[in-house]
């Protein structure tokens, strides 16, 4: 299993989606679609994702 990084590569706005992806082995439209349909919930989703945005490292 890889690390929890951006990849610089193949990603779609910030790369956040694709990195979870790798790191737990799923496709990155798999975890995009379960973002977008979490954003239907109340909750802080959208924050999350900025920060995760902010703190998760690029890959070298």
């Known amino acids: ?3 929890l990084a951006r990849p610089r590569h193949h990603r779609v706005i910030a790369g956040v989606c694709a990195g979870i ?3 737990f082995g799923l496709t990155p439209w ?3 679609v379960i ?3 979490s954003c239907l ?3 802080p989703q959208f924050l999350i994702y900025l920060a995760l945005w ?3 490292p ?3």
Do not use: D, I, Y
């Open 41 to 43: 919930l109340p909750g």
């Open 54 to 56: 902010l703190l998760l």
């Open 30 to 32: 798999t975890v995009r």
């Open 1 to 3: 299993m890889s690390s």
């Open 21 to 23: 992806a790798r790191r």
């Open 58 to 60: 690029q890959e070298p």
């Open 35 to 37: 973002f977008l349909v």
